[in-house]
């Protein structure tokens, strides 16, 4: 088993920035390919973005190319997304993946953390 807790999420205006993270811990080696996803009030969850164990391979949804990054530091089995310019369509909450069987499917989840973007 892996459990996965994001933190980092909140309030925050229109053209701000957020970093969000999420830990890792149990069966770690599963955790190679983590990934993000978001799920706005009324609509289906998506995919955000996602990397590889090296983190030298990102995929990102096209929404947010340029404005997010992810990143992950394995010696603390954390991954993070950087959030910059950011706009109320972007408000939902954000959901960590690992145990990646593609950068789209995923074993494990977190319980999700909530961004609001204010306009």
């Known amino acids: 088993q892996v459990q996965l807790v994001e933190s980092g999420g909140g309030l925050v205006q229109a053209g701000g920035s957020l970093r969000l993270s999420c830990a890792a811990s149990?069966?770690?080696?599963?955790?190679?390919?983590m990934g993000w996803f978001r799920q706005a009030p009324r609509k289906e969850r998506e995919f955000v973005a996602a990397i590889n164990w090296s983190g030298d391979v990102t995929k990102y949804a096209d929404s947010v190319k340029g404005r997010f990054t992810i990143s992950r530091d394995n010696a603390k089995n954390t991954v993070y997304l950087q959030m910059n310019s950011l706009t109320p369509e972007d408000t939902a909450v954000y959901y960590c993946?690992?145990?990646?069987?593609?950068?789209?499917?995923?074993?494990?989840w977190g319980q999700g953390t909530q961004v609001t973007v204010s306009s």
């Open positions: 149990g069966r770690t080696f599963s955790t190679s390919v």
């Open positions: 993946a690992a145990g990646g069987i593609s950068f789209y499917e995923y074993d494990y």
